[in-house]
């Protein structure tokens, strides 16, 4: 991936450890909320797939990813985006793995560079699903924010 990106990874805490459950409902939340304004930017793409390979701790690019971008976009194919981010959700018990799964879609959502009522929708039904309240959303952006801002 030439493009620049935001690396999103920066902002899964220290000492998160997901299960493969876990990271896989994780990553696709992530796809979803960089995919619901309607375009996947090369800055997003190559954020995912860094993202994609820190979460299943292996590179995936070129066939690979891909592939898993279209068995992502398969799920919501027929069917409501917020019907499947309540099927993951129920994958996300541990309010650290929720916690987590907000950040990341969170900083996915930074990395266009853009803001739309489509993303702002997508994250309040995020907040719902997930049972995080909106105070906590501010302070779990805050962490998005500073995490993003530390140098390497």
């Known amino acids: 991936m030439s493009a620049p ?31 619901v304004d309607g375009r996947l930017t090369d800055e997003e ?3 995912f797939a860094h993202l994609a390979a820190r979460l299943r701790k292996k590179p995936i690019e070129g066939a690979e990813l891909d592939k898993l971008l279209d068995a992502f976009a398969a799920h919501v194919e027929h069917r409501d985006v917020d019907e499947r981010l309540t099927q993951l959700a129920g994958a996300l018990g541990r309010d650290a793995a929720r916690r987590t799964a907000y ?3 969170f900083a996915m959502a930074l990395c266009d560079l853009a ?13 719902d699903v997930l049972g995080i309240p909106v105070g906590d959303a501010d302070e779990l952006e805050s962490e998005v924010y500073a995490a993003l801002d530390e140098p390497e």
């Open 5 to 35: 990106h935001i690396d999103v990874t920066r902002v899964i805490a220290a000492g998160v450890d997901l299960t493969p459950a876990e990271a896989e409902a994780v990553l696709e939340i992530a796809y979803l909320s960089t995919v």
């Open 45 to 47: 793409l190559a954020s």
């Open 103 to 105: 950040k990341v879609a």
């Open 115 to 127: 803001s739309s009522d489509d993303e702002a929708d997508f994250d309040d039904t995020l907040l």
